[in-house]
């Protein structure tokens, strides 16, 4: 079975500075993907980052950046630059073919 | 209108009562989701409908109906809920059924809440 854990409930960051929040999967499928969302309060969940999971190249969007570990099936994301608009849950996620699997969240607070 | 709208956006009904949730979408996808959001737990997928046929089921209770007429529409009809059944029900659609490359676009979702 497919599973996400992401470790870390909450985590609060100081504005400018940097956080990573981190995220593991198991899966069985051999394509997959990986994926982070951001859901804002009371806001819709939209896309922050997506890996190709045959790629060993890190993907990268402005000031936000994961570390794929392909063997230890970890995918954590480091924003850089934190800035009050990235206050947030974030979900990790990994996908196969009809299926999206995601992780319980971590609450990010960037404080002023 | 633009993307993944949901309505409504808020819901309270009684454990005898029937209500649907609707959601549409502006993007010209071809798959389309249902899943279920609940405080600390992972977002559960519920339904998945590809070209409007019903592709995955996951052990969803019958008291919960999926409907998907078209494309663009798919609908979750609501039938003697139970009070765990309180969530945030999220709808998403996607580019390409079955491929997992593309990523989902998520409605607003409705907040459910079951007295």
């Known amino acids: 079975a497919q599973t996400v854990t992401q470790s870390q409930p909450e985590m609060s960051v100081q504005e400018a500075e940097t956080v990573t929040l981190s995220c593991t999967y198991d899966t069985s499928e051999n394509n997959y993907y990986l994926f982070w969302y951001k859901q804002p309060p009371s806001r819709q969940m939209i896309l922050v980052i997506r890996?190709?999971?045959?790629?060993?190249q890190n993907a990268t969007e402005n000031r936000f950046s994961v570390n794929f570990q392909k063997a230890a099936k970890s995918f954590s994301l480091k924003i850089s630059d934190s800035q009050l608009g990235d206050t947030a849950m974030y979900f990790c996620?990994?996908?196969?073919?009809?299926?999206?699997?995601f992780g319980t969240g971590t609450r990010l607070k960037v404080l002023a | 209108e633009t993307g993944v709208t949901q309505t409504p956006r808020h819901l309270v009904m009684g454990m005898t009562n029937k209500k649907s949730l609707k959601c549409e979408q502006h993007?010209?996808?071809?798959?389309m989701y249902w899943y279920k959001q609940s405080a600390k737990k992972p977002l559960e997928l519920m339904f998945v409908y590809s070209l409007e046929e019903r592709v995955e089921n996951n052990s969803v209770p019958s008291r919960f109906s999926p409907e998907c007429p078209n494309s663009s529409h798919l609908f979750l009809h609501l039938h003697t809920l139970q009070p765990e059944d309180s969530a945030l029900y999220l709808c998403?659609?996607?580019?390409?059924?079955?491929?997992?490359?593309?990523?989902?676009?998520f409605g607003p979702g409705t907040r459910l809440t079951v007295t």
């Open positions: 890996q190709e999971a045959y790629k060993q």
């Open positions: 993007l010209g996808h071809n798959a």
């Open positions: 998403a659609s996607s580019p390409v059924p079955g491929l997992a490359a593309y990523e989902q676009y």
């Open positions: 996620a990994s996908s196969g073919t009809y299926k999206y699997i």
